[in-house]
């Protein structure tokens, strides 16, 4: 893998609409933190979203936009990555094609998301093609961008391991020209007399004894050589591992913290749950959800002594309150010297300040459709003249470049 690839950074979410504290803390800040230090890109899954539901395409286009003015309000930022739509990438689709030929049935229909959903949205008719064929389209995603690292949830890891896979596949069916071995020790020739000589014992000792340290090694110098093309370096990845040419990159899945933020009702904060407090929710509404939600149920007179750990307000001081406030919750609440009004009182100041600059931005946003449109349009522009150099790659080696 090379270095540019694995600092690649790609994600998609798929349109919602609005979004909510959930989605803030759980996937937003740490895309936020990923744009400063990788090359990250940012898409709009709006393909994935007709997987699903595929009878209701109308909200697709409103939900995108506002989920992009809630993406750009939090803080993911044009200048620090790429944002952009996948069905306006249309190189995703002719990815996905191909890869569909070299793809095993079996490989899908064990994806757990694909019985799980099955299961959870039973009123919905998931037995198409395109619902099976979902994981792969999310391969091709990723694997357009030569992307390194890929920031997913829990549920989502399977779909990366299941790229890697693909991507192995692939390498190995059209990544081994008739003289592959030639060109292979061609290029190491290239490297001169002490590179080489150190490229293959390296290469020995992973093959032949397993020695992960002595890939890295060897990697590194791959990575250093200014005499070989690219094409070269890619053939000597490969053939350093044993395998062919290197044409798709393996992703590694990068875990989101599971999200902390738990819902109004202490379980997760989801849309499905209505327990949820969206970014642009009016600072009323917010002080009204919040003050009307639900406390340890022993505390039914402000007299009755509670139990924090019970309570689904003291999963939120655990998100917004310091040690000090903590403190004064725990003795307060098992004491009852202090109210339940009183005890979300911090909390509610707390949600009202972190929610203020966003809901700020996310106006000013709104009030510009144009310069949101622009965003993504040039977002596009670039991602496609990625996605379409890696393309050429593909038709390449799979026989499809007529001139
Ligand atoms: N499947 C993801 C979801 O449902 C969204 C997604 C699509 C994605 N393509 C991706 C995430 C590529 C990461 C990388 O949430
Ligand atoms: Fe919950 Fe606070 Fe009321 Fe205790 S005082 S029950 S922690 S809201």
């Known amino acids: 893998m090379t270095s540019s690839s694995q600092q690649r950074v790609l994600s998609g979410m798929r349109p919602t609409g609005k979004l909510h504290l959930g989605h803030y803390h ?50 993911v930022s044009q200048s620090s990555s790429k944002i952009f739509v996948q069905s306006m990438v249309p190189e995703h689709a002719e990815l996905h094609l191909l890869l569909s030929m070299i793809t095993p049935l079996g490989w899908l229909e064990r994806v757990p998301s694909y019985k799980d959903q099955q299961e959870k949205l039973k009123e919905k ?65 290239k490297m001169g007399k002490k590179n080489a000589k150190l490229f293959k ?29 690219i094409t070269d370096r890619e053939r000597l990845f490969g053939y350093l591992e044993g395998g062919g040419r290197v044409i798709l990159h393996e992703p590694e899945a990068l875990l989101t913290p599971a999200a902390k933020m738990p819902g109004l009702d202490g379980q997760k904060m989801s849309k499905s749950y209505h327990n949820t407090i969206a970014l642009r929710d009016d600072p009323e509404d917010v002080q009204k959800k919040l003050k009307t939600m639900p406390t340890d149920p022993a505390r039914v007179r402000r007299t009755d002594p509670g139990d924090p750990n019970k309570c689904p307000v003291w999963q939120l001081h655990q998100i917004y309150s310091d040690d000090s406030i903590k403190n004064w919750v725990t003795e307060g609440c098992c004491t009852a010297g202090i109210g339940c009004l009183d005890c979300k009182q911090p909390i509610i100041e707390a949600v009202l300040t972190e929610l203020a600059p966003i809901q700020e ?43």
């Open 26 to 75: 759980g996937v937003l800040k740490n895309w936020i933190k990923l744009q400063h230090e990788f090359d990250c890109l940012f898409f709009v899954a709006d393909w994935h979203a007709l997987t699903t539901n595929y009878e209701n395409p109308h909200d697709i286009q409103e939900n995108t936009k506002e989920m992009v003015i809630d993406w750009l309000a939090s803080g």
């Open 201 to 229: 014992q390296l290469q020995k000792s992973y093959q032949e004894k397993g020695d992960y340290e002595a890939l890295k090694v060897a990697q590194a110098l791959l990575e250093s050589q200014q005499n070989i093309t």
């Open 125 to 189: 008719d998931l037995a198409t093609y395109g619902f099976l064929g979902y994981p792969l389209l999310q391969s091709a995603d990723i694997l357009i961008y030569k992307a390194g690292q890929v920031p997913v949830g829990e549920d989502q890891v399977a779909h990366v391991e299941l790229t890697r896979e693909v991507a192995r596949r692939f390498n190995h069916i059209y990544g081994r020209e008739a003289n592959f071995e030639e060109k292979a020790s061609n290029a190491i020739k």
């Open 361 to 403: 931005r996310a106006k000013e946003y709104s009030e510009q459709t144009e310069l949101v449109r622009n965003i993504i349009n040039e977002g596009c522009e670039e991602a496609r003249s990625i996605a379409k150099k890696t393309m050429e790659e593909v038709r390449h080696v799979m026989g499809l470049s007529y001139k």
